[in-house]
């Protein structure tokens, strides 16, 4: 049989042997049964190292003596290799077999290299994702206790701050005796107080129960009217404090809702053109029916919102200036939920030093 053939038949013996891990050896063994040849090489370049050898004699290539047959190895024109043979007398068909042999090691090595590559990136990443799925479920079991423990902690703070908010009012209204100015003026200190601190715990709370999803709707037929006016008069303190003027104008109609979550939504939004209006500003409340729609506009003559902030006030936590006291940047992120609730929407239109408007779409039916 002619050399050729014998190598066509070697050829495919290489393929055979590629993830063998005496690959180095069997190839040049291969080899022999057509080159005759005394020891063989395989160099990888850069940094220059020995990597497969066959009966070798030297370390490093320049020890290799002038009789050899010496071939690059290559991959997409670039040499990353040497393949050397030492003997004697090698033909020309030896020549060209040799060199279709370097072809031929050289994919299959670079093919072994790609496959060790992706094989290691495949297992980092099978790594990873073990590793947050594991993460991920410690965070969900952290967060749940979280929940679990601001809902419990705001609903036993929420007891004795009514019966301060309670006494107080006794004071005020001087069921107990008469108060002189000064003692007023206290007790009315106290009375804002206790209701800030009632609406941060409020908001921690209702956050948390938003985050467990176990809000739900609890509908009911009423005056839109009353909540509105319920609602102004729990504020009412608040605007005197800051000499703020506020004018509402409220439909006479009777709407399916969700009373409390209504006036969450009114607290949260005219609590907030209160806290970020400045003294003797003023605002507008209008609740209106446009089509099958409720609309709630709350607008204020405060401090405004650049716009570059505008879509992250709604966020939880955000907040655009840390200096407001009693503020826990979950009012407004609570209240998108609640309108959501509701399948409604809710848009701001604001300019700083200007004023800001906030306006909720609750549909009717
Ligand atoms: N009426 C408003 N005027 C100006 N800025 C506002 C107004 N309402 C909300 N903001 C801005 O949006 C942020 C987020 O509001 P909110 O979620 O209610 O949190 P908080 O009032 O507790 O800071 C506020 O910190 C404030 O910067
Ligand atoms: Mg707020």
């Known amino acids: 049989m002619d050399k050729y053939k014998e190598f066509t038949k070697i050829s495919k013996e290489i ?58 190895l290559e991959f997409k024109n670039s040499v990353f290799g040497v393949v050397i043979i030492t003997g004697e007398n090698f033909s020309v068909d030896d020549k060209e077999i040799f060199a279709s042999f370097a072809a031929i090691i050289s994919n299959i090595i670079k093919d072994n290299e790609l496959t060790k590559v992706i094989k290691m990136q495949i297992e980092a990443l099978q790594n990873g994702y073990t590793k947050i799925h594991k993460d991920t479920k410690k965070i969900i079991k952290a967060d749940e206790v979280k929940t679990k423990f601001l809902s419990h902690i705001t609903h036993e703070l929420r007891t004795p701050l009514n019966s301060i908010l309670g006494f107080s009012e006794l004071l005020e209204n001087e069921f107990v005796g008469k108060l002189n100015n000064k003692q007023k003026e206290y007790i009315n200190d106290i009375k804002i107080s206790g209701i800030n601190l009632l609406a941060m715990i409020n908001e921690i709370l209702d956050m948390s129960r938003i985050e467990s999803g176990s809000v739900t709707l609890n509908k009911s037929e009423f005056e839109i009217k009353t909540a509105v006016t319920e609602v102004l008069n729990i504020i009412k303190p608040l605007a005197l404090k800051k000499q703020i003027t506020i004018k509402s104008s409220v439909v006479d109609i009777k709407i399916e809702a969700d009373y409390q979550k209504i006036q969450q939504i009114l607290f949260n939004l005219v609590g907030n053109a209160l806290k970020y209006t400045n003294i003797g500003g003023e605002i507008n409340i209008s609740v209106q029916k446009s089509g099958e729609n409720l609309l709630i506009k709350v607008k204020d003559n405060g401090i405004g919102i650049e716009k570059r902030h505008l879509k992250k006030i709604f966020n939880r936590f955000e907040q655009i200036n840390k200096t407001f006291p009693n503020s826990t940047g979950l009012g407004l992120a609570i209240t998108k939920e609640l309108v959501k609730l509701h399948k409604g929407g809710i848009k701001v239109e604001s300019e700083p030093n200007i004023g800001s408007e906030f306006t909720v779409t609750i549909p009717l039916c």
Request: proline share 3%; with cysteine.
């Open 15 to 72: 393929f055979k042997i590629k993830n063998d891990e005496e690959f180095g050896n069997k190839i040049f063994e291969l080899l022999k049964k057509i080159i005759e040849f005394e020891s063989g090489y395989i160099f990888f370049l850069n940094p220059e190292r020995l990597e497969y050898s066959f009966n070798p004699k030297c370390k490093s290539i320049s020890e290799i003596s002038k009789n050899c047959l010496k071939e690059n």
